[in-house]
């Protein structure tokens, strides 16, 4: 099926803003490839330590990557097939692309660890336009998603019922790996958005979890922003 251009552009032009499942997470995600790509291009390749590190980041990213795809295949498209059937499609191939590029990346960090000194200072580059080429594409794919699915999603759906889906969502995501969406997607939000996602897990999260994203995102924020946050949650 074609999305409809038409019905995004009058989707897009509404005046009122709609539930946006996309938004938040894929700052996050952004934020998390970038900070990768730039570690990967000042690593010192001599250092194991450094060496050793790096990879084991760009292997967290990976994972967090593919633990993505999952989240969307089973809410975000399904939701979308059961009342636009085929609007996922082109989306969903891009997903099983962006699985295999994902083992590739995997490879190509391992042998990063494995390979000779004098191969090292290769492997690294390679690694890096890989993973560059990689981002990329993430990053024209999560436009498209942003628009067209949103468009899919908006004509179809009401925000009460976008709100379920993503609270499905984020209900299966297991408590380690809350923590570190919580991270990169907290920080990398602009402070309204950062205050109405807080404030919507300090109503529904037991009172230990909330002060465990509190502590965990605090240090990533500026002494202005933490500020305006606590003001707004009122602590």
């Known amino acids: 099926m074609q999305i409809d251009t038409n019905e995004m552009k009058q989707v897009a032009a509404a005046e009122l803003p709609r539930v946006d499942m996309y938004a938040g997470i894929h700052k996050a995600?952004?934020?998390?490839?970038?900070d990768t790509l730039l570690a990967v291009g000042r690593m010192d390749c001599d250092d194991a330590l450094e060496r050793a590190q790096?990879?084991?980041r760009v292997q967290e990213l990976l994972a967090f990557?593919?633990?993505?795809?999952k989240h969307e295949n089973d809410f975000i498209h399904t939701a979308i097939e059961a009342r636009a059937t085929g609007a996922s499609?082109?989306?969903?191939?891009?997903?099983?692309?962006?699985?295999?590029?994902?083992?590739?990346?995997?490879?190509?960090?391992?042998?990063?660890?494995?390979c000779s000194v004098l191969e090292r200072p290769?492997?690294?580059?390679?690694?890096?336009?890989?993973?560059?080429?990689?981002i990329a594409d993430n990053f024209h794919h999560m436009h498209v998603e942003e628009t067209a699915h949103n468009a899919v999603l908006w004509a179809r759906?009401?925000?009460?019922?976008?709100?379920?889906?993503h609270d499905a969502l984020v209900a299966s995501i297991p408590p380690q790996e809350m923590m570190v969406t919580a991270r990169w997607l907290v920080p990398f939000m602009n402070p309204a958005e950062r205050l109405a996602l807080l404030d919507g897990i300090r109503a529904k999260a037991p009172a230990p979890a909330f002060q465990a994203i509190l502590d965990t995102v605090r240090p990533h924020l500026t002494s202005g922003e933490w500020a305006k946050l606590a003001r707004g949650l009122g602590l």
């Open 29 to 34: 995600l952004r934020a998390l490839m970038a």
């Open 54 to 56: 790096t990879m084991q």
């Open 65 to 69: 990557c593919a633990n993505h795809l």
């Open 89 to 114: 499609e082109v989306i969903a191939h891009e997903h099983r692309e962006h699985l295999h590029h994902i083992e590739k990346l995997s490879n190509a960090a391992t042998h990063v660890l494995a």
């Open 122 to 134: 290769s492997a690294v580059t390679r690694l890096y336009r890989e993973l560059a080429l990689f």
């Open 157 to 165: 759906y009401t925000d009460a019922e976008l709100l379920a889906i």
